[in-house]
């Protein structure tokens, strides 16, 4: 990797089909999505969420990722300047590769959430030997 | 006004608050690099200064803060590697190196500024000199 000027990205707000009652602001987090042939990994950035207010599924082949921003750490603080708003996070995939649902592996670091879906059995390719 | 403390109501609340100081000045341009990453939010709690800057990926051996006067330079590299032979379906985080530095208009204990970082967010506490904090005047 060559060095590179890094330049911020721009929030993306949850675009939702359903209007919620709630006003708050979601956003939706930078995703990275490699697939090898044992499994999927999917990293997401979501940084102040902490383990404890993640939460992963997989329901009917949609992966449902939600990490909740704990802001209570900015009680009694009064912005006078920001870049940049907080909010929770929400993201959804249609996953095409049957997944090993016990098998999904999360890791938190440095506020960046690395998912690993393992494939189902069936779902991983065979070598077919022509005869 | 006594009121039911709801956390949905106060995210939405503080929500508004981080909008309304979008435009604010009162850092006179005082950073360089605005637009640039990582992002800062600047508050006030009591006389201090807390600056928050979201830097999710970035390892804390690759970072470094200095303080001098009332500038903190916050400078350093995000790095994003991938395993080989992988096919890659999406590509949206960003890496490279990063230079900002933030000046305060205000008097600071420049040594004794506080860095804390977790979760992908760095926290600076930011203390008041003395010679900057307002004393009550006794009228005679």
């Given at each position: 990797m060559s060095p590179q000027e890094l330049q911020v990205q721009e929030k993306r707000e949850v675009e939702k089909k359903e209007e919620s009652t709630i006003p708050a602001r979601a956003f939706v987090p930078a995703t990275d999505i490699y697939e090898t042939e044992d499994a999927l990994t999917i990293v997401m950035e979501m940084p102040g969420v902490q383990k404890e207010d993640l939460d992963v599924s997989v329901e009917s082949g949609i992966l449902n990722v939600d990490g909740r921003l704990?802001?209570?750490?900015?009680?009694g603080m009064q912005p006078v300047y920001t870049e940049y708003n907080v909010g929770h996070y929400r993201r959804s995939f249609s996953l095409t590769n049957r997944i090993d649902q016990l098998k999904i592996r999360a890791d938190v670091s440095d506020g960046v959430l690395t998912l690993v879906l393992p494939k189902a059995e069936e779902a991983k390719p065979r070598k077919i030997t022509v005869g | 006004m006594m009121r039911r403390f709801d956390p949905l109501d106060a995210l939405f609340d503080f929500q508004r608050a981080l909008e309304a100081s979008l435009?604010?000045?009162?850092?006179?341009?005082?950073?360089?690099?605005?637009?640039?990453?990582?992002p800062i939010n600047v508050f006030q709690q009591g006389d201090n200064l807390v600056a928050v800057l979201e830097m999710p990926g970035v390892h804390k051996s690759d970072l470094e803060i200095q303080a001098k006067g009332n500038t903190i330079r916050i400078s350093g590299k995000k790095a994003i590697s991938y395993p080989e032979d992988v096919s890659l379906h999406r590509r949206e985080r960003r890496w490279g190196s990063f230079d900002r530095s933030l000046t305060v208009p205000m008097q600071i204990k420049s040594d004794a500024v506080k860095a804390e970082y977790r979760d992908g967010i760095l926290a600076l506490f930011i203390p008041r000199a003395e010679s900057d904090k307002s004393r009550s005047i006794t009228i005679n």
């Open positions: 704990n802001f209570k750490k900015y009680e | 435009e604010s000045d009162w850092l006179r341009g005082g950073t360089t690099g605005t637009g640039a990453f990582p």
